[in-house]
């Protein structure tokens, strides 16, 4: 599985699994209604429009076949913090691992690459298969919320700390630390 930033060729699929409505009720969304071609406006404009309160990338099996989406969005510079948010659409790689895959790979590229100290998400209250995989993934639940009549867990997984080697390091000096691996590829 390798992360990879959208394209428009992933037009197709995402206009496919957005509406379907078993994809759209596990995201608490209502299922597109509208023509490809007024989705393939709006894919563009989101596509291509400048801007950095988020970042979107494609899931990707080792042989190129584009199986998902996920995103960091709403990003709080001033907090340090975002949202994350998964989404396997072919149902052909559902259990296999590829989600928490994802999460993972894209938690440690975040940590990796930015000064983000928090990352956030919202999983809908009877989607245990969802929290197993962000609980897996290092995500802890925090809080709840109700939202457009659903009911919402709310997960957090924090920015690792520098761990120490044999306790405190004196005089101000800093000691070893655990470097947050590369995003694979």
């Not at 071609?37 to 988020?54: I, K, N, P, Q, R």
Request: aromatic fraction near 10%; charge should be positive; hydrophobic fraction near 35%.
């Amino acid at each position: 599985m390798r992360l990879r930033s959208k394209t428009i060729k992933d037009a197709a699929n995402d206009y496919q699994w957005r509406k379907d409505e078993e994809l759209s009720r596990l995201d608490a969304a209502i299922p597109l209604s509208i023509s490809y071609g007024e989705y393939l406006l709006f894919y563009g404009e989101e596509l291509y429009g400048a801007t950095d309160d988020h970042f979107r990338f494609g899931i990707e099996t080792l042989d190129g076949r584009h199986i998902g989406n996920c995103a960091i969005y709403n990003i709080d510079r001033f907090r340090r913090e975002a949202e994350l948010g998964v989404m396997i659409g072919d149902r052909a790689y559902w259990g296999r691992g590829y989600g928490s895959d994802a999460v993972s790979t894209l938690v440690r590229h975040v940590f990796a690459s930015t000064d983000l100290k928090r990352l956030h998400l919202k999983t809908l209250e009877w989607n245990v298969r969802a929290q197993k995989c962000f609980r897996k993934c290092g995500f802890v639940p925090f809080g709840r919320r109700v939202n457009g009549g659903h009911d919402f867990i709310l997960m957090e997984i924090l920015r690792p700390q520098p761990a120490a080697v044999n306790g405190p390091v004196a005089d101000g000096a800093s000691g070893p630390t655990i470097e947050p691996p590369v995003a694979k590829t």
